[in-house]
């Protein structure tokens, strides 16, 4: 069993709380050093107290589910013996509202155009055969109960 840790970390400072127009801005700091300005999205809760430039959960969700078909789309292509020279997604997360009438990610639309080199070129069904593969052993994609489709460019 390995284990994946963060922290977040929000502070009041001067602001006041009780009127609820506090800054949601925080910050994500990782193991390895990395700190990612966050905040709640916009659509969630209005500017100025959210900050349309950083990161969102929702948009982390989407991007660590892409980053994660990804990483195993390049494993399976290595093994098959493929090239991969270049790997761009433009993922796409919807929300909707549940049966509980919450809001969720609902659905989360993977776009991956992959260019590939040398003379062992996967065709149309290989490629679509590697997708699946990924998807099925993405741990992001196995975590969530979004609807998750891959539409390659």
Known sequence: MSQHLASIVWQRGEQVFSDNQYSRAHEWQFDGGLRVAASSAPSSVPLPMSVPENVDPEEA???????????????????KGYIVDQYEDHPVGTMEKNERNRLYLANIVLQPKVTFSGDNQPDQAAITALHELSHDHCYIANSLKANVSIQPA
């Open 61 to 79: 969700v989407v991007a660590a589910l892409a980053s994660c078909h990804m990483l195993f789309f390049l494993a399976f292509a290595c093994k």
